[in-house]
């Protein structure tokens, strides 16, 4: 069973930095696609970044520049560094996995391509 736990949200000023965690267990294709997602009160879901098990990485429009995704070597933990952070990236923020196809297509950056997600990590950015 895919588990993937999220963790490192919390409340931060307005341009400051976090770095959000993944913790993915269960998944036993070596072919993957994850991502981070977020999706604030009364706002659509959006796609923050994605990362392929080739390394190939994407990023959503309102972000690029000011996050970035990683994995650890085993790639068994998922992270997503976020620096300037402004008022409108409070969001909760969601990790989600799927075979590589969404990665490759770029299908990945509206969510439902996405097999499995995790609960969410609440990140609070204040002015």
């Known amino acids: 069973q895919v588990q993937l736990v999220e963790s490192g949200g919390g409340s931060v000023q307005a341009g400051g930095s976090l770095r959000l965690s993944c913790a993915a267990s269960?998944?036993?294709?070596?072919?993957?696609?994850m991502a981070w997602f977020r999706q604030a009160p009364g706002k659509e879901r959006e796609g923050v970044a994605a990362i392929a098990s080739d390394g190939g990485t994407a990023y959503g429009h309102s972000v690029k520049g000011r996050v970035s995704i990683s994995q650890d070597n085993a790639k068994i933990t998922l992270y997503l560094v976020m620096n300037n952070l402004k008022p409108e990236d409070s969001a909760m923020y969601y990790c989600?996995?799927?075979?590589?196809?969404?990665?490759?297509?770029?299908?990945?950056?509206?969510?439902?391509?996405?097999?499995?997600w995790g609960k969410g990590t609440l990140v609070t950015i204040s002015s």
């Open positions: 989600a996995a799927a075979g590589i196809t969404p990665c490759h297509t770029g299908s990945w950056i509206g969510g439902a391509a996405m097999d499995y």
């Open positions: 269960g998944y036993t294709s070596s072919r993957y696609c």
